[in-house]
């Protein structure tokens, strides 16, 4: 058991973990959507898209997070806009978006030789560095990310599954859609200090993915994700503690473990229902 405890017992693990916890949580109400309408390619577009704004506040001795939503907010009006561009398709929206903001991003922080640690921190994170007001801004933005989720959630879904038929319902989807961007690019901004740019797709589409075939339910697959969020951060902690391993890194690694067993467990089970149900038919030929 000590093996378990000893590396909460430090203060800074326990408020990473803390923080792991309540990113989990908001990765789980925005990656949700994200995977069932297959928008991963836009969260890994807009968690690059955030260095030019961090990079620009970095330069000027401001607030990173501050930077972060500015670029987020950029980022969320030019996707957007260019979605309703009929000529263009979307992926060639975001990925034209991508490139240039990360190209804004590298050449800012060209300006300047004194970058290397704050970009490690950027692209990698640094859960173990998390404070107590860092806590406190997480958990304002849980709650807005809830408040967002139900509000919505009548239109994220119709929007996820028929959006013609959201648009008949009065739902407005593109209203709907500008609000789910910024769903993403709220959980993406909460958790780049966490884990990093790099990494944050790991909690935002690795615990929904996973729980996906186990909930019967959009709602089922976001509290399903959460705990899964939740216990690739514990042991990713635990084991980076041991080990002496990365921590953002691990915990990003072990949610992604976490959808590889959970799909293998999942395939074994319909594997055995279809045997089970072809062993009577088999008896009575």
Not at 34 to 48: K, N, T, Y
Not at 162 to 180: F, I, N, V, Y
Not at 185 to 206: E, K, M, P, R
């Amino acid at each position: 058991m000590e093996w378990l405890t000893d590396p909460f017992q430090a203060t800074f693990v326990q408020r990473a973990l803390w923080g792991g916890v309540l990113v989990s949580v908001i990765c789980a109400l925005a990656g949700t959507w994200v995977v069932l309408r297959g928008m991963a390619f836009l969260g890994d577009a807009m968690s690059h898209g955030l260095l030019p704004g961090v990079a620009l506040a970095a330069l000027l001795g401001g607030n990173l997070l501050v930077g972060a939503l500015l670029s987020a907010a950029v980022m969320t009006a030019g996707v957007t806009a260019l979605g309703r561009t009929p000529k263009l398709s979307q992926d060639t929206g975001i990925g034209l978006l991508f490139v240039g903001m990360l190209s804004l991003g590298v050449i800012i922080v060209s300006r300047s030789q004194s970058f290397a640690v704050d970009l490690t921190g950027f692209l990698f994170g640094d859960v173990l560095a998390v404070r107590e007001q860092d806590l406190v801004l997480l958990g304002v933005a849980l709650l807005l990310a809830l408040t967002v989720s139900v509000l919505g959630h009548r239109a994220f879904l119709a929007l996820a599954f028929d959006p013609r038929k959201a648009s008949t319902l009065g739902l407005r989807p593109r209203l709907a859609h500008a609000a789910l961007l910024g769903l993403l690019a709220l959980a993406i901004v909460a958790s780049f200090h966490i884990v990093g740019t790099l990494l944050v797709l790991g909690l935002l589409i690795a615990p929904p993915a996973a729980a996906l075939p186990w909930a019967r339910s959009v709602r089922g697959v976001m509290i399903l994700a959460a705990l899964l969020g939740a216990t690739a951060t514990f042991g990713g902690l635990l084991l980076s503690w041991h080990l002496s391993t990365a921590a953002g890194a691990t915990v990003s690694a072990l949610a992604v473990v976490l959808f590889f067993f959970s799909h293998l467990a999942s395939a074994l089970r319909h594997h055995r229902r279809a045997r089970l149900v072809g062993a009577p038919a088999a008896a009575t030929d």
